[in-house]
Every structure is written in structure tokens, then in C-alpha cells.
């Protein structure tokens, strides 16, 4: 069975150091998202992606904080500064979205320690 | 804006007992909701979603849902919990006019099934 995949399963990371996060989400999707669990906290949408660019994003995505689609299929989430509060784990998720309520098939996540 | 009110962060049931795990969302037009699982070490995955069709949804692994939009709910429920049912339960709902499908998450609930 297709399944969306995540690299590393753990990063850890210096405050101020950039991280990339990557997703290579189930082949025939068209849609593509990133979201956030602080430990302790709600999974968090952070950003959609559509046709290479953005379609919505929260107000945690901030400027420190950009994806990209460098090829036909790996999806990334890029960190330029980190700070202490960007630990999390971090989940991708992909869909195909031919009808408005598809499933979002989700990847087992990257835990991203900040020190 | 949306919510989801997960009541109870942690639930524990002996084995062959009903599993109840609630959610309530807020929401002036009824969006779609999803519950989802996860497993240790694993992404989430689907085990019911509600879209307007039936307001009593069957899931996967036994689990079933009721829409019931005068109490603005989506219990879950199964008959009867087995060990490997011991995971975090996370309700979820999208909006109905969303371009992009994002996922507003509850809190959780974490299901202990004891022997």
C-alpha cells in the first residue's frame, strides 16, 4: 500500500542553524500539507501546497519557514533560524483531493529537537 | 473560526469494554469531521470520516462515529476494546467551502485498554 514517508525520524538541531524536513509523499497526489504537534499540544496546520505554491498557511508560518517541491517527488519544509519553540514533531501529509473531503494520508513524522 | 473540543485527555477501558472517546467542534455550518488513530511511532491514519451522507459512519477495525449536529458531536464508540486498540485518537474537521482541505485537530485522547 502507497504510504508518505519522512526524513530523518529525528533531527536535532542548535537554535539559529536551518533544518530541511523531507516528505515524499504517495506518488498520484496533488496535494500536499505540513502540520506540528508541540509535545503536549494539538497537531497544527502550518501549510497547504498546490501546483507549486502555497494555497494557504497559518500564522505560525512565518518568514523562518518555506517549502518546496525541488523535484517530482520529494516535498520539503525548510527552518532558516531555529528557535527553542520549533521543537515538535513534524508531520506531512498528502492527498489526492478529487472530491472535497479526500483523505489526507499521513507520514510517521520528524521529531525536531531544538537546543 | 472552526474548533474541536476533545473532552478527556486520557481514557482507560479493561478489555471487552465500550470505548467512548468524544469530540465537539464549533462551526455555524457543519464541516466534515474525521477521526483519526496513532499508533507508536507512526503517522495517523483514517478510521472514519463523516461527509453528510449517513449521520452514523463505520469505520475501520470496529469503530464507528455518530453525527449528531444538535449537540455539535462525533463520539466515537466501539462495542468492545481489544489490547491492540491502545493508541491516541485525534478528531479532525475541514471546512465544507475550504479550497485547501486543511485539518483542525483536537487534542487527542490517548486510550489505554487494560487487561
Known amino acids: 500500500e502507497p504510504e508518505v514517508t519522512q526524513t530523518p525520524s529525528h533531527q536535532v538541531t542548535q537554535m539559529g542553524q536551518e533544518v530541511i524536513l523531507r516528505c515524499v509523499p504517495i506518488?498520484?497526489?496533488?496535494?500536499f500539507y505540513w502540520y506540528r504537534q508541540i509535545l503536549g499540544q494539538k497537531v497544527e496546520f502550518l501549510v497547504s501546497?498546490?501546483?507549486?505554491?502555497?494555497?494557504?498557511k497559518s500564522e505560525i508560518f512565518d518568514d523562518q519557514f518555506s517549502v518546496e517541491r525541488p523535484d517530482g517527488s520529494n516535498f520539503t519544509l525548510k527552518i532558516r533560524s531555529t528557535k527553542l519553540e520549533d521543537s515538535a514533531m513534524y508531520f506531512c501529509?498528502?492527498?489526492?483531493?478529487?472530491?472535497?473531503?479526500?483523505?489526507?494520508?499521513f507520514g510517521p513524522g520528524t521529531r525536531l529537537t531544538v537546543t | 473560526a472552526q474548533s474541536v473540543t476533545q473532552l478527556g485527555s486520557h481514557v482507560s477501558v479493561s478489555e471487552g469494554a465500550l470505548v467512548l472517546l468524544r469530540c465537539n467542534y464549533s462551526?455555524?455550518?457543519?464541516?466534515?469531521l474525521f477521526w483519526y488513530v496513532q499508533y507508536p511511532n507512526q503517522g495517523l491514519q483514517l478510521l472514519l470520516k463523516?461527509?453528510?451522507?449517513?449521520?452514523l459512519v463505520k469505520g475501520i477495525n470496529g469503530f464507528e462515529a455518530e453525527f449528531k449536529k444538535s449537540e455539535t458531536s462525533f463520539h466515537l464508540t466501539k462495542p468492545s476494546a481489544h489490547m491492540s486498540d491502545a493508541a491516541e485518537y485525534f478528531c479532525?474537521?475541514?471546512?465544507?467551502?475550504?479550497?485547501?482541505?486543511?485539518?483542525?485537530f483536537g487534542q487527542g485522547t490517548t486510550l489505554q485498554v487494560k487487561p
Open positions: 463523516y461527509t453528510s451522507a449517513a449521520t
Open positions: 501529509a498528502s492527498s489526492s483531493r478529487t472530491g472535497p473531503f479526500d483523505e489526507q494520508y
Open positions: 479532525a474537521v475541514s471546512e465544507r467551502l475550504s479550497n485547501t482541505g486543511k485539518l483542525i
Open positions: 506518488s498520484n497526489h496533488l496535494y
Open positions: 501546497f498546490y501546483n507549486n505554491e502555497i494555497s494557504e
Open positions: 462551526s455555524s455550518v457543519p464541516p466534515y
